[in-house]
């Protein structure tokens, strides 16, 4: 992965066609501060079948965005998960809902970010969507759009910026 600050990033292209700056809305719960990648979108309400079934057709590099309505009343992640998505090489994981095991996550070399922690696991039922536009967080977050996220926050473009 190539050293970036999404600081530098901003100021260098926050001028560009479909740059994008998130709210800071989330926390991260997982060991890796710095990562980027292009995402793969799924959209679940307090049901993480999905969230296994994307995370095992993954490519290494790639980063999860999670919408489940901004729930937090049941964890759409937690270390078993965690464990499919280190294993796969993912660079991280955005929730825009809750995990759970959160002692446990940070012994995971990936990023996970979420809106809260929550001990009460989620549905099986395999509810949800995959590849939609989401929107979440004050941005539009695009199937196959380029993710940034270190110490200051989420940055989205549609072009590689490092």
């Known amino acids: 992965m190539a050293i970036f600050r999404t600081s530098d990033l901003s100021d260098k292209h926050s001028g560009d066609i479909g740059f994008q700056v998130a709210e800071p809305l989330f926390h991260n719960y997982g060991r890796r501060k710095r990562f980027s ?3 793969s979108t799924i959209k679940v309400f307090e049901d993480n079948a999905f969230v296994v079934d994307r ?14 309505g901004a729930s937090v009343k049941r964890a759409l992640l937690g270390d078993n998960l965690a464990r499919i998505a280190m294993t796969k090489h993912i ?3 955005i929730i825009n809902g809750a995990v759970r095991d959160v002692d446990r996550l940070l012994n995971f070399d ?3 970010l979420a809106l809260a922690s929550c001990p009460l696991k989620c549905h099986q039922a395999g509810k949800g969507e995959h590849n939609v536009n989401l929107k ?3 941005v539009e977050w695009q199937p196959n759009q380029y993710v940034y996220g270190d110490e200051d926050g989420l940055i989205l473009s549609p072009f590689s910026l490092v």
């Open 110 to 112: 990936l990023a996970v």
């Open 91 to 93: 660079a991280g994981i």
């Open 55 to 68: 995370l095992e057709q993954m490519q290494a590099g790639s980063v999860l965005v999670v919408d489940g």
């Open 136 to 138: 979440f967080a004050g």
């Open 37 to 39: 990648g292009l995402i």
